[in-house]
């Protein structure tokens, strides 16, 4: 028997337990020439992009091999977990992002490219990775520009490397960094999206049997962002703190 979904009936979080952020993508030049962000991947989550603004590219590298998908307004564009993806600002790119499973993203679920010398334990990592939050802003610009270029050196050995190893080296990397979140995120995730899927189950279960007592419970929301300029793994973002 399937326990029910904790929650799931007063679930009142984004449509389908996403986060949403805008993005206005790093015009920081890399060693490469090319202005962008910086390489990481989604170990459980799925990504997507609605291009409201500018021009630009998102490079991605899988198992299938390297693309590079143009943005520009109007385009939506997604990929799933294991997408190692680099954005790219050609004319001020804007984003509104959306983000699967919405507060596993900022609990650590993005593992960035780094050269495999920094992946072998938590620590190691996230000395070269956290941007402290009570540093001047130039303090914080410093370290996330230098984070970017650290994960551009890993991330251009994984597209030059021949045949699947390195891929699967980082992949097994990633996740053995994240394993000691899991319980975290997998309370994150049934607050969630689990709770999300539930609460439909749960209004469907009602109606079957001709109760519509939820509809009686309905609310409306609006919030600002809590956030402006925030330093990301992509460019400056303003966040919203319910969707996180």
């Known amino acids: ?124 990592y996230a000395a070269a990775t956290v941007i402290p939050a009570d540093a001047p802003v130039a303090e914080q610009e410093r370290v996330a520009r230098a984070r970017r270029d650290l994960a551009l050196e890993g991330y251009r050995a994984l597209r030059e490397a021949e045949g699947p190893e390195a891929l699967a080296a980082f992949h097994e990397a990633a996740a053995t960094l994240v394993r000691p979140r899991l319980a975290d995120w997998r309370e994150r995730w049934r607050r969630g999206a689990e709770a999300a899927a539930g609460a439909t189950g749960d209004q469907l279960d009602r109606l079957e049997r001709g109760d519509t007592s939820h509809l009686a419970d309905a609310v409306v929301r609006a919030e600002q962002p809590s956030a402006h300029g925030k330093f990301g793994m992509c460019g400056r973002l303003d966040v919203y703190s319910g969707t996180s």
């Open 1 to 124: 028997m399937v326990s029910p979904v904790v929650g799931a009936a007063a679930f009142a979080g984004l449509p389908g337990g996403v986060a949403v952020s805008h993005l206005a993508v790093y015009d920081w030049p890399a060693v490469d020439g090319v202005c962008g962000g910086t390489p990481h991947m989604h170990l459980t989550c799925s990504e997507a992009y609605v291009v409201t603004g500018g021009r630009g590219a998102v490079q991605t590298l899988t198992t299938s091999g390297y693309e590079v998908t143009p943005l520009a307004p109007g385009t939506v564009a997604w990929f799933t977990p294991g997408t190692i993806h680099r954005l790219v600002n050609e004319d001020e790119l804007r984003i509104t992002v959306l983000m699967q499973n919405s507060g596993l993203p900022e609990a650590g679920d993005a593992v960035l490219t780094l050269p495999p010398e920094y992946l072998t334990d938590p620590e190691t």
